[in-house]
């Protein structure tokens, strides 16, 4: 059969690209167990993502009038600029108190089977009501957070053209579902490693597609799998051998803060590990700094597998595949405060 013109580039160009998946063991094997970044974000589930919403969203997670002493914001520690998160070990929040958990990154937290170390948000909106009222981040009631927000004038009309149809509309589970809207946009999409999943043989290099063949051959994608590489379940930190107590505290026992079940004691959610070339420092306890310090750690720990340098820098190399684009955010100009604006309480 005679296929015309372009049409005949286009066949051969798929065709070729589907034998490639189809002969290359490698790519076909990871196919099968990890998946692309989609080009456009996913809805939050319950939510419908209009464009007010998602500006109303954006304002109020770069707000820091969300929190007791007007100075922290969701940015502050998930900083969209450093890959969103702040490059601490523990984030500095109300009072200049310390979390007790490294802060994750925000992006391409859609994807996630549930929000924080431990799972105890079940989403994106759940997770965004926590730290405004958690005494040791934004320190802050909802009450007080609505309080103010009503007492800035601008927001009406944001919060107005967010929920057009709701009579009084500034709430604190409006306030969670339009930071979760804003927060669902904030994917990155176009990696290497996304383009290869996609067909292409030479998005990775050589070393990067060996080692990606050393993280699925010995055993890292089990846990990390996935769009996010990870963020799909939970698992101990220290399957085979249990790390040392400053990458493993005994006093923070994971999700068993959160289920109160024996089994769950030192379980945390597996972390993803998109662009995690960009988010130092390491682990929930955030003692690590060095990406192939924490690979040579996860393969003992988890794997019981002392690798070899010359695995860990491939591995690490691997992972560097995963940085996509990065989303780029207009800082917004917030509404300003008035007389009658609550003031910021140190």
């Not at 059969?1 to 189809?22: C, H």
């Not at 105890?120 to 009631?141: C, T, Y």
């Not at 990458?247 to 004691?265: C, H, I, N, Q």
């Not at 988010?279 to 988890?302: E, I």
Request: aromatic content about 8%; some cysteine.
């Amino acid at each position: 059969m005679r296929v015309p013109g372009i049409l005949a580039v286009v066949f051969l160009t798929f065709t070729a690209g589907m034998l490639i998946a189809e002969e290359d063991p490698v790519m076909k094997e990871a196919q099968t167990t990890f998946a692309p970044i989609p080009l456009t974000p996913p809805p939050v589930k319950g939510v419908t993502p209009t464009p007010a919403l998602v500006e109303l969203g954006k304002a109020l997670y770069f707000d820091p009038r969300l929190s007791q002493s007007h100075n922290i914001s969701c940015n502050t520690c998930h900083q969209i600029g450093l890959g969103g998160v702040d490059m601490l070990p523990t984030s500095i929040g109300h009072k200049w108190q310390h979390g007790s958990r490294n802060a994750p990154t925000v992006l391409n937290s859609i994807f996630n089977i549930a929000q924080f170390w431990d799972g105890r948000a079940a989403d994106l909106a759940a997770q965004a009501g926590g730290p405004i009222q958690n005494p040791v981040e934004m320190g802050i009631s909802h009450e007080h957070a609505i309080e103010t927000l009503k007492r800035i004038p601008g927001y009406e009309a944001l919060f107005k053209a967010a929920f057009p149809t709701e009579k009084d509309p500034i709430t604190i589970g409006n306030v969670e579902d339009a930071i979760a809207a804003f927060e669902a946009t904030l994917i990155t999409p176009n990696a290497p490693f996304d383009k290869f999943l996609r067909g292409d043989a030479n998005a990775l290099t050589p070393e990067q597609k060996e080692g990606l063949q050393l993280f699925m051959s010995k055993g890292c994608s089990t846990c990390h799998s996935g769009i996010n590489v990870g963020g799909q379940m939970y698992a101990p930190f220290g399957v085979v051998e249990k790390p040392g107590a400053d990458f493993l505290p005994p006093s923070d026992k994971g999700r068993f803060d959160v289920t109160k079940t024996a089994s769950d004691e030192y379980v945390f959610r597996v972390p993803p590990l998109r662009n995690s070339e960009l988010t130092p420092p390491y682990f929930h306890t955030g003692k690590s700094w060095d990406l192939r310090q924490a690979v040579a750690v996860m393969g003992n720990s988890q794997l019981g597998d002392k690798l070899t340098d010359g695995e860990v820098t491939k591995i690490t190399s691997f992972l560097r595949s995963l940085t996509g684009d990065q989303p780029k955010v207009a800082y917004p100009i917030l509404p300003p405060s008035e007389a009658q604006t609550p003031r910021p309480e140190p």
